[in-house]
């Protein structure tokens, strides 16, 4: 007798559990062939009962254009406490190794589809519809990723004008003024955001990196805050200030091992604060970037040693 087969099943591989060990390869590296889904759920939780299965048959249906990965908190609380899930069900998408969109809450079966719709057009898919824009995407990104502000804003705002309600060129436009150093133009480009946008995953991002320049600037020069932790290294909030101020002088390496000093000193200084600022880094970066990959694995040693 031939085996069944139901004819609803996603093909193998394309939706898997994923733990904090394996996130990385099956979700930033994955997601630079196609767009990966995580839907991050615990068995606990109702409306997670309700999104998932909407989520599977929408990806299964998508024949490959798109992923998904599963993620219990309760078993991987450290994605979730990274990527700052305040609850669930929380769904994000990623491609080319960065978060591009996401919500939080039960949706129906229409927004559900929408979505990965929306996420496979974004990307290419969908018999290449709107390919010419996820092409421009990509190509701002590169420009961004190399330090070329200027064009990369030229592009993201060719890219705004073709597409109005783009949140990855609106995210990406204010990433480039604010590494241009034009944080009057980044916040312009932020606050002109619906409120109902701003959970997206990359402009959640763009006003974390905003708000850290905003500091930045308010912290003062490198120079003198770095002579007051020389003259006295126990003064963590001179430290912490320091760190904020690399930061957002594009020190970003150099500022992660500032903070992860004080937590080395005293983990539990001010209410947490030196971990705190580090999850405000990491978030600003985005998940792929190699500071936060190093600084991530730095300080989960630090928290086991």
């Excluded at 998932?52 to 798109?66: D, R």
Aim: with cysteine; net charge negative; proline share 5%.
């Amino acid at each position: 007798m031939e085996p069944i087969i139901d004819p609803n099943a996603a093909p193998a591989g394309l939706i898997k559990d994923a733990t904090a060990q394996s996130f990385v390869q099956d979700v930033i590296e994955a997601s630079q062939e196609v767009p990966v889904i995580v839907d991050f759920w615990a068995p606990w939780c109702g409306p997670c009962k309700q999104l998932g299965p909407l989520l599977e048959k929408a990806v299964t249906q998508a024949g490959g254009a798109v992923r998904m990965v599963k993620v219990d908190i309760d078993q991987s609380p450290q994605i979730a406490q990274q990527l700052r899930i305040q609850s669930i069900p929380a769904v994000f998408a990623f491609y080319q190794g960065r978060p591009v969109d996401g919500f939080q809450g039960a949706l129906p079966e229409s927004q559900v589809k929408a979505f990965v719709d929306r996420l496979i057009e974004a990307s290419g898919g969908a018999n290449g519809k709107d390919s010419a824009v996820a092409e421009a995407l990509e190509q701002a990104r590169q420009l961004l990723d190399s330090g070329q502000h200027g064009a990369a804003a030229q592009l993201y705002d060719q890219i705004l004008q073709h597409e109005p309600g783009n949140m990855a060129a609106t995210a990406g436009l204010a990433q480039a003024l604010l590494g241009a150093g034009d944080l009057a133009g980044a916040r312009t480009t932020l606050d002109a955001v619906e409120e109902k946008d701003r959970s997206h995953a990359a402009i959640a991002a763009a006003l974390t990196a905003l708000a850290l320049a905003e500091r930045a600037a308010e912290a003062g020069d490198v120079g003198p805050l770095r002579e007051a932790v020389d003259a006295d290294p126990a003064n963590h909030q001179a430290r912490l200030d320091l760190a904020v101020a690399l930061f957002g002088a594009g020190r970003q390496e150099e500022a992660v091992d500032e903070l992860l000093e004080i937590f080395r000193r005293d983990r539990k200084w001010n209410d947490d604060a030196a971990r705190k600022q580090l999850l405000e880094f990491f978030e600003a970066l985005g998940p792929a970037d190699p500071v936060t990959l190093g600084g991530r694995r730095k300080l989960s040693s630090l928290l086991f040693s």
